[in-house]
């Protein structure tokens, strides 16, 4: 299958891109990694009039490390944030999540920003960003404004960057001290798209109990969904949390739909299994760098 006919642009800086956008408005598409772009086109699933290509704006292909967040840039490809040392120390779910997203070829070509701009709602890095209450700088020619994770994702394949704007960095928050992540997925086959998928972080307090237990969900709903599990991880003062409780507490919160990889009754079934699943890899972590 073929793309039908669209214009073509290759600015060489932000600041042609966002002219260049301003200028087409609905009728512009910005083309990054393509690797969700190019698929849909050939498919017909939609149909820009223009493709904006900014893999030239090499001012945005960056990974950054600062005392609160992990800033990823626009032309950061999966494999340059996956393979970044201080990234990985600063907040180890990037890591744990990209290794997991497609296949090697997908990831060297992809861009973080860009998955997160697609708001797929199977996507690893959109559960990525909603549980750490991430944020997305989208740009304009008029300016740029920072959207919280919790604002970005609007529904399927729908996120929060208008026409005439770029999505140009993603931050995502520092892992704080005493606090652990994990994710976790089933995938029909290695590199698919996953029936279900989790992220979770526990927060450990100054005793070593837990005082948060949070999780996000992909493949379950419209948008990345996180649940606030704490009251239910956490039996009483003293008492060992109980992940099991809170993967019963998640799965009556989540309704699922059926498509032609699963059932609904599965995909929740996975949903229970997983939340525990991860909960407790988040916790043994969390241990671990407490005792660090």
């Known amino acids: 299958m073929k793309p039908p006919p669209f214009g073509y642009s290759r600015p060489e800086s932000v600041a042609e891109a966002l002219t260049t956008l301003a200028d087409l408005g609905a009728d512009g598409k910005v083309l990054a990694g393509g690797q969700s772009l190019l698929p849909i086109l050939s498919m017909r699933l939609a149909a820009p009039h223009h493709l904006v290509d900014i893999n030239r704006l090499h001012e945005l292909d960056y990974v950054r490390v600062d005392a609160q967040a992990v800033r990823v840039g626009a032309l950061a490809r999966h494999a340059h944030v996956l393979a970044d040392e201080d990234a990985y120390r600063a907040q180890p779910l990037l890591r744990t999540a990209l290794r997991l997203v497609a296949h090697a070829t ?3 070509r992809g861009t973080t920003v860009g998955s997160l701009a697609h708001a797929d709602p199977a996507g690893e890095m959109t559960a ?6 991430g944020t997305v700088r989208v740009a304009s ?29 993603a931050s995502f928050p520092v892992l704080p001290a005493g606090a652990g992540t994990e994710f976790v997925e089933v995938a029909r086959r290695h590199g698919d798209y996953a ?3 989790v992220a979770a972080l526990v927060q450990l307090d100054a005793t070593g109990a837990v005082s948060a237990a949070r999780a996000a969900y992909l493949s379950v709903s419209a948008t990345p969904l996180v649940l606030d599990l704490t ?5 009483g003062s003293g008492a060992a949390p109980d992940f099991a409780a809170a993967a019963d507490a998640a799965r009556g919160q989540l309704e699922p739909e059926a498509d032609i990889h699963a059932t609904a009754d599965y995909r929740l079934h996975l949903a229970g299994v997983l939340t525990a699943r991860a909960l407790e890899g988040a916790y043994r972590q969390a241990q671990e760098r407490s005792r660090a």
Do not use: K, T
Request: aromatic content about 4%; proline content about 4%.
């Open 141 to 169: 020619a008029g300016g740029a404004r920072d959207v919280a994770a919790g604002d970005f994702f609007l529904g399927p394949l729908e996120s929060a960057v208008q026409a005439g704007e770029l999505a140009v960095e």
């Open 195 to 197: 029936v279900c998928g």
């Open 128 to 133: 990525v960003l909603a549980l750490l209450d």
């Open 231 to 235: 009251e239910a991880a956490v039996p």
């Open 106 to 108: 997908i990831r060297n």
